[in-house]
C-alpha cells in the first residue's frame, strides 16, 4: 500500500507571495490532518479535515486555508508569505475519524520565504 | 489549554543504558497518548499508543504506560541501541468534533557505541 504522499518536496517563495502544497492520503483514509514543523515551534497542528470538511483548525492566521477533495486528497494554501512561515510542512492522514488510532506522516514540504 | 511538556534533550546514553524520557500532559476530555519517532532522514512514525488509562503501548522494546493520576506518558527502554538514536515526540490526540493532535517538542536522543 503506497504511503503518504506530498508535492513538492522543497520550495522557495518570496515574501508576498502565495503557495499551495498537497497530500495524497494513503488509500482508503478519510481524516487528513497538516502540520507544520519549525526548530523553534516544533510541531504545530494547523488543520484536519474529514470528508471534505474542516472539523478542527488550530491557532494559525487566516492566511493559511486548506481544502479536502471528494478522493480525500487535501491541499494548503498559504497566502502573503512571511519569512516566518519557512518550516517543513508535514501531511498526515488516518483511517479512523476518531483520532483514537495511529496517523501515517508523509515526508513533508520544505518551505523556505526569501 | 490543552498542552504536552516532555524533557528536553538532547539525551546522550550508552549503548545498553536504561531510557526514560518523561512526558506530561494537560488536555480536556480523555486524550488518546502516543509516542511517535523520528529517525534522521526519515519521517515521523508512530512507536507505541495507549487509547485508555492504564493501558500500555509497547513496541520495539519501549513502553509506556497511560498514567491518569499524574497525566504522565512517560517513554522507557531497558537497553538502549545506537539504533535507537532518533528524535522522540509525546504527543495526545482529542477528538472535539474532529480531532486535533498536540505535540510534544521532541527529545533528541544520542546513542553512543
Known amino acids: 500500500k503506497a504511503g503518504v504522499t506530498q508535492t513538492p518536496r522543497y520550495l522557495i517563495k518570496t515574501r508576498g507571495q502565495q503557495v499551495t502544497l498537497s497530500c495524497s492520503p494513503i488509500?482508503?483514509?478519510?481524516?487528513v490532518s497538516w502540520y507544520q514543523q519549525t526548530p523553534g515551534q516544533g510541531l504545530q497542528f494547523l488543520f484536519e479535515?474529514?470528508?471534505?470538511?474542516?472539523?478542527n483548525k488550530g491557532n494559525f492566521p487566516g492566511r493559511f486555508s486548506g481544502r479536502q477533495f471528494s478522493n480525500s486528497r487535501s491541499e494548503m494554501n498559504v497566502s502573503t508569505l512571511e519569512l516566518g512561515d519557512s518550516a517543513l510542512y508535514l501531511c498526515?492522514?488516518?483511517?479512523?475519524?476518531?483520532?483514537?488510532?495511529?496517523?501515517?506522516f508523509g515526508p513533508g514540504t520544505r518551505l523556505t520565504v526569501t | 489549554g490543552d498542552s504536552v511538556t516532555q524533557m528536553e534533550g538532547p539525551v546522550t546514553l550508552s549503548e545498553e543504558a536504561f531510557l526514560t524520557i518523561n512526558c506530561t500532559y494537560t488536555?480536556?476530555?480523555?486524550?488518546?497518548l502516543f509516542w511517535y519517532v523520528q529517525y534522521p532522514g526519515e519521517g515521523l512514525q508512530l512507536l507505541l499508543k495507549?487509547?485508555?488509562?492504564?493501558d500500555k503501548g509497547s513496541n520495539k522494546g519501549f513502553e509506556a504506560t497511560y498514567r491518569k493520576e499524574t497525566t504522565s506518558f512517560h517513554l522507557e527502554k531497558g537497553s538502549v541501541q545506537v539504533s535507537d538514536s532518533a528524535v522522540y515526540f509525546c504527543?495526545?490526540?482529542?477528538?472535539?468534533?474532529?480531532?486535533?493532535?498536540?505535540f510534544g517538542a521532541g527529545t533528541r536522543l544520542f546513542v553512543k557505541a
Open positions: 498526515a492522514s488516518s483511517l479512523d475519524p476518531a483520532g483514537l488510532y495511529e496517523q501515517y
Open positions: 488509500s482508503g483514509h478519510r481524516s
Open positions: 479535515y474529514f470528508s471534505e470538511t474542516q472539523r
Open positions: 488536555a480536556t476530555g480523555y486524550p488518546s
Open positions: 495507549a487509547t485508555k488509562a492504564d
Open positions: 504527543a495526545l490526540s482529542l477528538n472535539t468534533g474532529g480531532f486535533k493532535t498536540i
